[in-house]
């Protein structure tokens, strides 16, 4: 009907909107349900496939380019198809096939997340190789291009979208996190014996150690440029939280011992101005985390303090707004 009507010479004396639906309602609910199931089964089985595919070269070099071209995009491709045409049938016809659409790419995503983590975090025959950063970098990069089409899946307005647009989101947040953890496993390998010189008596008088941490993970930022926006911040805010950690860890745990006024103020004064370097470290790396800059600066008072109901108090504040650090 609708190739008739746009014929010049028909619809001319015609008006569209002036016509009624040619079935009944429950007839045309019955076929839209009937279309929708049909789709969905159809693109399940062609996701999953796009899926197999893809997962049988992530042994090899893959590049970002290679995944995003690859599987996000013609995963993205074989459901935007159907969602580009079904609202001009209508547009209750569209929400639903988008609703359905999105509960087959949350499923998809649920089983990307976990042969993802299966592949990152398999013990493997060999040692991990000088692939394995880039490898993590294409997987983390193909999660914004899935989270962009979930939320516009989402905005076509289906009242019971938002726990698959939920479900979506986690399943990527994992996948990120499992490829940050993948890039960031042989940097604090090799920043942990210089977290182990912190706090001991010759940190006082040399920064080796300290200018140590701060040149790898300088040189460990540079690896991660090819990371895409999202990804990127995440890996960054959960390095900058896990680096703070490691280098108060020490203090807490009372590694060194401060008999006197003037020892606190050495270690005060130190901790200030290496609480500085950090903090432009990670300005520099654009995280979004700068609250937990104040975390090192607080410690510092505490080590000035004289007044015991006032020492009290802080070191509780600062459990409450830092329970990592306990």
């Known amino acids: 009907p609708r190739e008739v009507l746009g014929h010049p010479e028909v619809g001319a004396l015609l008006r569209a909107q002036a016509l009624g639906p040619l079935l009944p309602p429950e007839t045309q609910r019955d076929l839209e349900s009937s279309c929708i199931a049909a789709v969905k089964a159809k693109v399940e089985v062609a996701v999953a496939q ?5 997962e049988d070269t992530w042994p090899e070099d893959v590049t970002s380019q290679d995944l995003e071209e690859g599987l996000a995009t013609r995963v993205t491709g074989l459901l935007r198809a159907h969602v580009d045409r079904a609202p001009q049938v209508t547009p209750e016809f569209g929400r639903e096939m988008a609703h359905s659409l999105l509960g087959v790419l949350v499923a998809f995503l649920h089983s990307f997340q976990r042969k993802v983590e299966r592949f990152l975090e398999a013990p493997g025959e060999v040692p991990p190789t000088d692939g394995a950063p880039g490898r993590a970098i294409a997987l983390a990069n193909c999660c914004p291009p899935f989270r962009a089409f979930a939320e516009r899946l989402a905005q076509f307005g289906h009242p019971e979208s938002e726990e698959p647009r939920r479900q979506a989101h986690a ?7 499992a490829c940050g953890h993948v890039l960031t496993r042989r940097l604090f390998e090799d920043l942990k014996p210089y977290f182990n010189k912190l706090m001991k008596r010759k940190w006082l008088t040399s920064s080796d150690a300290f200018d140590a941490i701060v040149m790898l993970i300088t040189g460990f930022a540079q690896t991660l440029r090819p990371l895409h926006p999202e990804p990127h911040q995440v890996l960054v805010s959960d390095l900058h939280r896990r680096v703070l950690i490691e280098y108060v860890r020490p203090l807490l745990q009372g590694r060194l011992v401060c008999t006197s006024a003037k020892a606190r103020a050495r270690v005060a004064a130190r901790l200030g101005d290496e609480a500085r370097q950090l903090r432009e470290l990670f300005t520099r790396l654009d995280s979004a985390s700068p609250w937990l800059d104040s975390v ?9 303090l004289e007044d ?19």
Not at 50 to 54: A, R
Not at 308 to 326: I, S
């Open 308 to 326: 015991t109901a006032a020492l009290q108090m802080e070191v509780g504040a600062l459990a409450r707004d830092f329970p990592d650090v306990r």
């Open 296 to 304: 090192v600066p607080r410690l510092r008072e505490l080590l000035v």
């Open 50 to 54: 796009e899926l197999q595919l893809s």
């Open 171 to 177: 399943a990527l947040d994992r996948v990120t996190r």
